[in-house]
C-alpha cells in the first residue's frame, strides 16, 4: 500500500476564490480507493465527495499539492 494525500483544486468564480486544499492522507492500494477510505472516516469530506466524478464541491481531486495547484493556486 502506498501513503497518498488527497487534495482539492483551487477555484475562481466571479469574485470568488479558494486555493488548493489538503484533505487528508491514507493508505490504499490506488487514488480513487484512498479517496473512498477518506469519505469513510471524515464525514466532512464525504458531505461533498462525489466518488463517480472524483470532485469535491466540483472541484478536481488529486494525489498532489503541485497537480492540485496547477489550474488555480
Not at 36 to 64: E, H, I, R, V
Request: proline share 1%.
Amino acid at each position: 500500500m502506498k501513503l497518498y494525500e488527497i487534495w482539492s483544486e483551487g477555484y475562481r468564480c466571479n469574485v470568488d476564490r479558494g486555493e488548493a486544499t489538503l484533505h487528508g492522507r491514507t493508505h490504499a492500494i490506488n487514488f480513487k480507493e484512498a479517496c473512498n477510505m477518506l469519505a469513510m472516516m471524515d464525514k466532512g469530506f464525504a458531505a461533498y465527495f462525489d466518488p463517480k466524478t472524483m470532485t469535491y464541491w466540483g472541484c478536481g481531486l488529486f494525489d498532489s499539492e503541485q497537480k492540485a495547484r496547477r489550474n488555480f493556486g
